[in-house]
């Protein structure tokens, strides 16, 4: 043990023959320093390849740029809707949040923001290979703080979700760990990419994930001060750069206490005063530029601010949230997820894609979003009451608008993508689907039912009105008017059909509701609704919804998209008929939608194209619906309890105000104003119907 310990003191004697523990000199105790400097280099070098090759960190690495560059998005008409960021989806280990984000060049961040950025977080950037030495012991002490910027590169991006950070493990081992890994990997990153491009990553992955999940200089600067990160001022950039180490405290809401928001504002204000010392006392800025930056009395978007004093002496008094804050996503946004997995059904790596041509037409998506999240004409939505609206083109199936009312965090989760998602009972709007099988087994809307007392086995149908006609009306009348009774009798003899229809169309069945199907009892999402009044001015083709047009790959080379997916469902004849039908129930004096008549002004500007039309309400009234159909665009929207626990306000179905949103259409330009009948099409009293001796028949519906 005593030989043991004696080596331990003096582990290299200075021959293996000399026994006697030999002196220690200046020169001796400089040699064991370094060695023991080399060992526990070798040993973190070591550690951090192992950090390295666990995380599978090196062929990220080296495809660093194409990971971080996000995907172009534009609409159909080439305008930019926004981009989607490459984030990690499901159960992955790496579960970055997927956060609204848009790169920009270094050319187009203001030198003001670069300047602090680098002065701050790593003052000696451009001198050093991404690690930086005199800094290194602070990091490896600390766990946090004392990085490169090239290390926080890494940290953010490729080491996110396996260490320390972004999880819910902590220790030193594992904060040793990320920093060797770190430590082993910026150089790497330094010498593939250079330091100007790894300093526009960094820029374009700052995570203000407090800042409502946005991340970027890009959001920061739109999110905070509604300016373009070219604009920002030398205050804002200070500002900025000092919320890094917490932007959770940037947010405050109506409840927190005056005096907490007020603390937080103040906080932020001393870091902001830090970032400018720092640039001052080393020389980066001049005393009138600092003077005018700390004495410039900033006001966030988010925040109301009350300053006092002027100069080197201006101080916050007091800080609340600004109540006309509004924070509206990219368009893309809310539809990120569904491209995504529209990427993955189509066999496309998202990391391969550098542009994505969507089948949305911008200018409809921002009509219909102000429309839903309650800017529209129909004013806000109660609290607790969901919205989702879709507008499809009837050539194709693709996705013309699609919007939920929950807003831009919450709707880029596709569950709650209402509009796709909302599964619900389609409530009256399924009555055009009955219509239109039965105009394949041999009735016409000419075909005549009393409206009387009716029963579904043992269950009594009634009308909307609460009372009955006691007269004979034809299905076209009885369509305008919604009757129940005429539905039940037209749909029970032919209610197997009427089940392979709803199937085919995507729709599920409620296997707890035991009404008829001809009341609307199958549930779906407006999406499939939209699609499946598109068939009737698609020639009788169901085309399943898409949102993806072209797709090209990150070096601009366009990569194969599958062919829409178009199934017939109805005979020509039947669909241009139910077409007609739906337009009687605007235009008829039985019209249950007179309001989506074209006004004068409408008729002036040539918008006055046909428009079919068809509202529905359950009985519980937990759902409201409107579907409509134009000779170029289909649309549904849907109001109500996503759970189906509690009612829509009464003033929203008694007005209409899912129909009322369907007026949209006539404000979208239109290539195809009409239908043309197809041969085998006569008009009897204003209605259309097949020619006598034609029974024209629908193909047999394929379940998909």
């Known amino acids: 043990m005593l030989r043991v310990w004696e080596r331990w003191r003096n582990p290299w004697p200075r021959s293996p023959f000399l026994r006697r523990r030999a002196p220690w000199t200046l020169r001796r105790a400089v040699r064991a320093a370094l060695a023991w400097v080399g060992a526990a280099t070798v040993g973190m070098i070591a550690l951090g390849v192992a950090g390295a090759v666990w995380t599978g960190a090196l062929g990220r690495v080296w495809n660093l740029r194409a990971e971080l560059r996000p995907v172009e998005v534009v609409d159909r008409r080439g305008e930019p809707l926004g981009v989607i960021d490459h984030c990690r989806a499901g159960n992955a280990v790496n579960a970055v949040p997927c956060r609204e984000s848009l790169s920009v060049p270094l050319t187009g961040v203001s030198e003001a923001f670069l300047l602090a950025y680098v002065a701050k977080e790593d003052v000696r950037f451009f001198s050093h290979v991404g690690v930086d030495l005199g800094r290194l012991p602070r990091a490896l002490l600390s766990g946090a703080g004392g990085s490169t910027i090239t290390m926080q590169l890494l940290k953010n991006n490729v080491l996110a979700g396996h260490f320390d950070c972004d999880t819910d493990r902590r220790g030193p081992l594992l904060t040793l760990t990320r920093k060797a890994t770190e430590f082993v990997l910026a150089p790497v990153v330094t010498w593939r990419y250079g330091r100007r491009e790894v300093l526009a990553m960094s820029v374009n992955s700052l995570p203000w994930i407090g800042i409502g999940q946005r991340k970027g200089v890009y959001d920061a600067a739109r999110a905070v001060f509604g300016v373009e990160p070219a604009d920002l001022t030398l205050a804002q950039s200070a500002f900025l750069v000092g919320l ?98 529209e990427l993955r059904a189509a066999g496309l790596d998202p990391k391969r894609v550098g542009r994505v041509v969507l089948t949305v037409d911008g200018a409809a998506q921002a009509a219909l979003t102000r429309r839903v999240t309650g800017e529209g004409a129909t004013g806000p939505r109660p609290t607790g009451v969901a919205e989702g609206a879709a507008i499809v083109d009837v050539r194709g199936g693709g996705i013309v608008a699609l919007a939920s009312s929950t807003g831009g965090s919450q709707s880029s989760d596709a569950g709650r993508q209402w509009a796709v998602s909302a599964l619900r009972p389609v409530a009256s709007t399924v009555k055009p689907l009955l219509y239109a099988a039965a105009f394949g087994d041999g009735l016409t809307q000419l075909s005549a039912f009393p409206d009387q007392a009716t029963r579904y086995g043992s269950q009594a149908i009634r009308n909307n009105s609460g009372t009955f006609l006691n007269r004979t009306v034809t299905v076209r009348e009885a369509n305008a008017r919604s009757l129940n009774t005429v539905a039940v009798q037209v749909g029970t003899p032919r209610e197997k059909a009427m089940r392979a229809v709803l199937d085919a169309a995507g729709y599920q069945e409620d296997r707890n509701n035991r009404s008829s199907p001809s009341l609307g009892t199958y549930r779906a999402a407006p999406l499939d609704v939209a699609a499946a009044y598109a068939s009737f001015a698609g020639g009788g083709l169901l085309c399943r919804p898409h949102l993806l047009a072209e797709v090209t790959d990150t070096a601009g080379r366009p990569l194969p998209l599958p062919r829409p997916d178009c199934q017939p469902l109805w005979d020509e004849v039947v669909a241009y008929e139910t077409f007609d039908l739906l337009t009687a129930a605007v235009s008829t004096d039985a019209s249950h939608v007179p309001f989506l008549r074209p006004t004068l002004f409408q008729r002036v500007q040539g918008r006055a194209m046909p428009l079919g039309a068809k509202s529905g309400t359950t009985d519980d009234v937990n759902d409201t619906w409107c579907a409509a159909v134009t000779p170029q665009y289909a649309m549904a929207v849907w109001i109500g309890d996503p759970e189906g626990r509690q009612s829509v306000p009464v003033t929203l179905y008694r007005e209409q105000t899912a129909c009322r949103e369907v007026a949209l259409l006539r404000e979208l330009p239109h290539d195809r104003r009409s239908l043309d009948a197809p041969p085998g099409v006569t008009r009897v009293a204003g209605a259309a119907v097949p020619v006598p001796g034609l029974n024209p028949r629908n193909p047999v519906p394929v379940a998909p």
């Open 244 to 341: 890094l180490p917490a932007p959770g405290r940037y947010l405050v809401t109506d409840t927190t206490p005056p005096e907490t928001a007020t603390a937080r504002f103040r906080w932020m204000r001393s870091q902001q005063l830090v970032t400018l010392e720092i640039l001052r006392s080393r020389g980066l800025i001049g005393q009138g530029e600092y003077l005018e930056a700390v004495s410039t009395p900033l006001q966030p978007r988010l925040w109301r601010a009350e300053y006092a004093g002027s100069g080197t002496d201006l101080r916050v008094v007091q800080a609340t949230r600004n109540p006309a804050y509004t924070n509206e996503p990219e368009p893309v946004w809310a539809m990120q997820e569904l491209v995504r997995r």
